[in-house]
């Protein structure tokens, strides 16, 4: 599984002459400009640039869908109320259902808004819980957690929202790292619809830019993209790295283990 990874990296330092050549993992002579070359991109805006928007569209992505589903998790979990399992029945029927299915209608929807060529068509649907998968996972690990914490809290004089933010969430820490995670990875590697959504190219991901590096080029420079492959997988390493303990942890406790 690391061998591919490993490939890329020497292959960012080999020529386009050696790359099509020679089945040698390291390279003859290592091309050091592919990295600066690279992050100066093909057009008039560089990586920076392609960096910074995923970050932007991610972060807030990601945040609005940890927001969204733990209140909604909440809800579904310690609470009863009309329609409840019907509407939870609802909630997990939308897990089945193919994107591709749903292409064309949430297209012609955002068009309506106005909100296509921007990263709106992202974020407004995690602001309002469209990610059934995570608020599953969250209502998982919520039945994990006893009711008594809840009584006792509103014995202390907590509301639910107190309850919710001072009690539950600092025990949810493990799953809202793997939420977060899954998260991040999954609207970071997007490329589909970013493709569909965003059309002006100071706006591209860095997943557009790497498609728009091989399209804007007469003769390719594959290290360059190479290379710019390993930067873009750099966050997605780095930040599993450092929170692995709590994705581990939120994996085996929110029943998506096995």
Same mark, same amino acid.
């Given at each position: 599984m690391v061998y591919p990874l490993i490939w890329l990296f020497f292959a960012s330092f #080999? *020529?386009?002459t050696e790359l099509f050549s020679s089945l040698q993992l390291l390279p003859k002579h290592?091309?050091?400009?592919?990295?600066?070359? %690279?992050?100066?991109?093909?057009?008039?805006?560089?990586?920076?640039?392609?960096?910074?928007?995923? &970050?932007?569209?991610?972060?807030?992505t990601v945040f609005f869908t940890l927001v969204s589903s733990i209140l909604v998790a909440y809800g579904f979990s310690r609470f009863d109320f009309p329609c409840k399992k019907f509407l939870f029945m609802l909630m997990i029927s939308t897990l089945m259902l193919p994107n591709a299915v749903i292409i064309i209608p949430r297209?012609? &929807?955002? #068009?309506?808004?106005?909100? $296509?060529?921007?990263?709106?068509?992202f974020i407004i649907p995690a602001a309002f819980a469209c990610y059934?998968?995570?608020?599953?996972?969250?209502?998982?690990?919520?039945?994990?957690?006893? #009711? *008594? $914490?809840? *009584?006792?809290?509103?014995l202390d004089g907590c509301n639910p929202l107190m309850t919710l933010t001072h009690i539950l969430m600092p025990l949810s820490k493990p799953a809202l790292f793997s939420a977060g995670i899954f998260q991040f990875m999954w609207t970071w590697n997007d490329f589909l619809n970013s493709l569909i959504y965003i059309n002006s190219i100071r706006k591209f991901t860095v997943s557009l830019a $790497?498609?728009?590096?091989?399209?804007?080029? %007469? %003769?390719?420079?594959?290290?360059?993209?190479?290379?710019?492959?390993?930067?873009?997988?750099?966050?997605l390493v780095l930040i599993f790295f450092f929170a692995q303990k709590y994705f581990v942890e939120g994996i085996a406790t929110t029943g998506l283990k096995g």
């Amino acid at each position: 599984m690391v061998y591919p990874l490993i490939w890329l990296f020497f292959a960012s330092f #080999k *020529e386009n002459t050696e790359l099509f050549s020679s089945l040698q993992l390291l390279p003859k002579h290592f091309v050091w400009s592919s990295y600066p070359d %690279g992050w100066q991109g093909a057009g008039q805006y560089t990586y920076t640039t392609f960096f910074g928007n995923s &970050l932007w569209m991610v972060g807030w992505t990601v945040f609005f869908t940890l927001v969204s589903s733990i209140l909604v998790a909440y809800g579904f979990s310690r609470f009863d109320f009309p329609c409840k399992k019907f509407l939870f029945m609802l909630m997990i029927s939308t897990l089945m259902l193919p994107n591709a299915v749903i292409i064309i209608p949430r297209y012609i &929807l955002f #068009k309506n808004f106005g909100w $296509l060529d921007g990263y709106l068509p992202f974020i407004i649907p995690a602001a309002f819980a469209c990610y059934p998968f995570f608020i599953f996972m969250l209502i998982q690990f919520f039945r994990g957690l006893p #009711k *008594e $914490l809840d *009584e006792s809290a509103e014995l202390d004089g907590c509301n639910p929202l107190m309850t919710l933010t001072h009690i539950l969430m600092p025990l949810s820490k493990p799953a809202l790292f793997s939420a977060g995670i899954f998260q991040f990875m999954w609207t970071w590697n997007d490329f589909l619809n970013s493709l569909i959504y965003i059309n002006s190219i100071r706006k591209f991901t860095v997943s557009l830019a $790497l498609r728009m590096a091989i399209d804007t080029t %007469g %003769g390719v420079t594959w290290n360059q993209i190479f290379a710019m492959s390993v930067v873009a997988v750099m966050p997605l390493v780095l930040i599993f790295f450092f929170a692995q303990k709590y994705f581990v942890e939120g994996i085996a406790t929110t029943g998506l283990k096995g």
